[in-house]
Structure formats: C-alpha cells, structure tokens
C-alpha cells in the first residue's frame, strides 16, 4: 500500500482548523517531504551549519585540553566547587521538557495543535540531553570511569552510594533519555515510509526503507504503531515531572542555606517547561520563516505554546516571591543572609537581571498582540532562556560563594575553558538539530493529515 494512502489512524484527533485550508494529503506530503528530499538545500542552511560546526570544533578543543589538565582548568574552586558545569546541566535537562511534555502529555489529553511542532520538539529533547549529560562527566574528573555510576557486578565489590542524587541523576536521565528516544524513532516510522516511497536515489530508498521497519500502512501496523505510542506516552508522562525533580534533589537535600527548600523540585518543574517552550519558540519561529511552513505552523500554534510559556512563568514568578518569603519566615539567619546576599551582594546584578527576564518582561505575554507577533515572542523566547540560564547560575554560584566559613569566602571567575565548553555545546545542539531537519521531516506528516477536512470523511468512511 502506497504510504500516501494509508488509512488514518481512528483514535487521533482532528480539527482543520489547526492549520490553514487549502491542503490535501498529497500536498501535506509534498510540502514537508520535499525539504528533506527533492528541495536545493538553500544557503541559510549552510550558514548556520557552519557556525554550528566551528562552535563544536571550539567544545572538541575544550573536551581535550580538559582531559589533559583536569577540572582545575575550569574557574572552581573552593568554595565554588560546582559552577558553569553544573549549571549548564541543569539548564540544558530543562531545555529538553517541552519535548517530552508536547510528545506525551499533550497526546494523551488529545491536544491536536501538538502535531505540526512535536517532531522537531522531541528532536530538540534528544540534543538538549546530550548536550547536559556532558556536563557531569566531564565534572567527575576521570570521565573515562563513568560507568562506576552504575551498580554492575565487579572484583573490588564497590557499589555507588544509592543515598546520592548524584547517582539518582544517572537513572532519571538515562532513563529519561531511552524513553524519549524511543517515542521519537516510534513516531517517525510512518514518514520514514512516506520517504522510502517517494525517494528518488536508491540509496536514500535503501536507508529510509531500514528505518522504516517494513512499514505499509496495514491496519495491523496501525494498531501496533497506537499501542506502542500511548504505551511510551505513558511512560514519557512522569518523567517529564521526576526528572527535573530528582536534578533538584542534587541540591535540595544539602544543608547548605540557599538550597535545602522543599519547594525546590515543582520550582524546578515548572521552570524547566518555561524554558523548554521558549526553546522551542526560538527555533519554530526561524524554521516557519525559512521554509514558508506558516500554513502548517500557525499564529495558533505559537498563541498556545506562548500561553503555556506564560502560564509557567507565572508558577517560577510565585516560587521566586514564596522562595524569598520562606527564608525569613523561616528565622533561620542563615537562610536570611544567603537570600539579602543574593539580593544586595557581589552577584545583585546577576539577581535582579534573572528577576527582569523570568518574572517583569515576560508579562507582555499577557497582551495578545505580543503573542502573536513572532519578532516580540522571539524576543521573549530567547529572554526567558538567558533568564533561566541566570536562575540556575544564582541557585549554584551565589548559594556557594559565601558559606558557612567567612574564611573561604570568594568569588568565581569563569574561565575562558568554562565559556568555551558552554558555548561549544550550543555548537552541538545546532549542529545536530541541522543535520536533522535536512535528512528527516521536521513535521509529523501523517500526523498533520489527520488535521485536514478529508481525515473526518476518510475516519466515517471506515
């Protein structure tokens, strides 16, 4: 069977009006099977790609010169012990949310505005957790020894200290990364197909059609392809909560003041899908101008995920306000003196910044007309991103710098090795997110037919 007649799967959900009339499945099939395998790959590919790879050669450079010298060639130092790695992690770990939210959650509440950004959106969920998962191997100093994280059979009979949220973090986003590895590669299969059929080198029909798993659009193969989706969607959706929870642990069950707060792990929560939805906006936006996909990715579209955005922001807005509420209801002075050093100390301005791009800017989102204008949302978008990267600088440095002992008090200076390692992993990003929607369909194809007015009819006719 054809891939461009296959039946609709009947339990997704439809609603033509998502995208903008005028398609048909073959011209949905055309539009975004066309940029992968007939289209001239235009020059603004090439530019950023190649940016992207000269900002991965400058993170190869840092990698090696870190393995020759160690760790000591970063800014750390006592009592700064955890610094750009650290927060690099966690800010990539949050970047990755909206991925697995768009994916999972949004599927199984039937949200059908999800099908025309969740491909790329997990895509971006793959490479921000490469991209975090980095950062703590390459902090542990012999990052050749990673595996001792892991509790295998072995002659000395050492185990990893499972009261750690150091190792809880292995887990969360190992785990967390095979799940949503495998619900992007599940969801792909059906456009694989699409690819296979209509490609015109052998070659790329050899590749696509071992991707695609045998697939012909039997109604067997839909059944399959349904249950496997809403199987990993329901494995996708708690971790979209217990990941960022247990990279808050890292900190939370610390008795360092500034840090030990049960607030930590929903605060973490809802500032890691914050940041994730602006990721994502920052990257829909470029790609829709680029591609003249605005009539599959719409004004609705970027509404809705700018609304998600500003719901969330609005939860960080209140966890910043009761954060700063529970150190002095708390009496403890430490804890006093860890939030006013934050507010009036050496790192005020840090403070303050991170206070106007997460909590004063981002209220312009409540005025329509901002959040459906793509030059202010992107602005927003990479706003909030910045913002989130101070957040998670502000909790690790500054909670750090001035602990329990005057004497050891100091402030981090980052390197030109810590800029670098940061910096080459947006490199990584990039170039892993170009070479993805060159060589695979950034949209969902058969998912973005089903929004069409044929789909109804096709769905009553079986």
């Known amino acids: 069977m054809s891939s461009d007649r296959q039946p609709i799967p009947p339990t997704r959900p439809t609603g033509h009006q998502i995208i903008a009339p005028g398609h048909t499945f073959a011209t949905v099939s055309d539009k975004i099977s066309s940029i992968v395998l007939t289209r001239r790959t235009p020059l603004y590919w090439f530019i950023p790609f190649l940016i992207a790879s000269a900002l991965l050669m400058v993170f190869l450079v840092a990698v090696t010169a870190l393995l ?3 760790v000591g060639l970063w800014g750390i130092k006592v009592p700064v012990m955890w610094a750009w790695a650290i927060t690099n992690f966690v800010w990539w770990i949050g970047i990755g949310h909206a991925g697995t939210l768009i994916s999972a959650i949004l599927l199984l509440l039937r949200q059908s ?3 025309s950004i969740n491909r790329f959106a997990e895509a971006m969920t793959l490479f921000a957790v490469a991209c975090a998962g980095m950062f703590p191997l390459l902090h ?3 990052p050749w020894l990673f595996y001792w994280l892991f509790p295998y059979p072995n002659t000395m009979n050492v185990q990893p200290q499972f009261r750690s949220p150091l190792v809880w973090d292995v887990f969360a986003v190992s785990t967390y990364a095979t799940v949503s590895a495998l619900f992007w590669y599940v969801g792909l299969i059906p456009d694989l197909a699409t690819l296979r059929d209509r490609a015109r080198n052998r070659g790329a029909r050899i590749i696509y ?3 695609a798993m045998g697939w012909r659009g039997a109604a067997s193969h839909w059944q399959k392809y349904e249950t496997a989706s809403l199987l990993l969607a329901g494995l996708a959706t708690p971790l979209v909560l217990s990941v960022h929870t247990v990279v808050s642990f890292d900190f939370t069950i610390a008795i360092l003041p500034g840090w030990h707060s049960t607030i930590f792990p929903p605060y ?3 500032g890691a899908i914050y940041s994730g939805f602006a990721m994502v906006l920052v990257l829909a936006i470029p790609l829709r101008a680029m591609y003249g996909l605005q009539d599959l990715i719409t004004m609705r579209h970027l509404d809705n995920m700018a609304k998600v955005m500003l719901a969330t922001g609005e939860i960080v807005a209140y966890s910043y306000i009761f954060e700063a509420f529970i150190s002095w209801y708390s009496g403890d002075k430490y804890e006093m003196f860890a939030m006013w050093n934050r507010m009036t100390g050496p790192y005020a301005v840090t403070y303050w910044t991170l206070i106007f791009c997460n909590l004063v800017f981002p209220q312009i989102l409540w005025v329509k007309k901002i959040r459906t204008n793509v030059v202010w949302l992107f602005i927003v978008s990479v706003d909030v991103l910045v913002g989130m990267w101070l ?16 004497s050891s008090w100091g402030i981090f200076h980052p390197t030109i090795w810590d800029v670098a390692t940061y910096v080459g992993t947006l490199g990584l990003f990039f170039f892993l997110f170009f070479l993805f929607i060159r060589g695979l369909p950034m949209i969902s194809i058969f998912e973005v037919r089903t929004l069409l007015p044929q789909a109804e009819v096709a769905e009553v006719e079986q």
Do not use: Q
């Not at 957040?391 to 005057?406: A, G, K, M, N, T």
């Open 68 to 70: 020759v010298r160690g």
């Open 209 to 211: 059609g071992i991707l």
């Open 391 to 406: 957040e998670r600088y502000v909790i690790i440095v500054v909670s750090l710098h001035r602990d329990f002992l005057p």
């Open 268 to 270: 973490f929560v809802a």
């Open 113 to 115: 505005w999800r099908n």
């Open 140 to 142: 542990l100093g012999r």
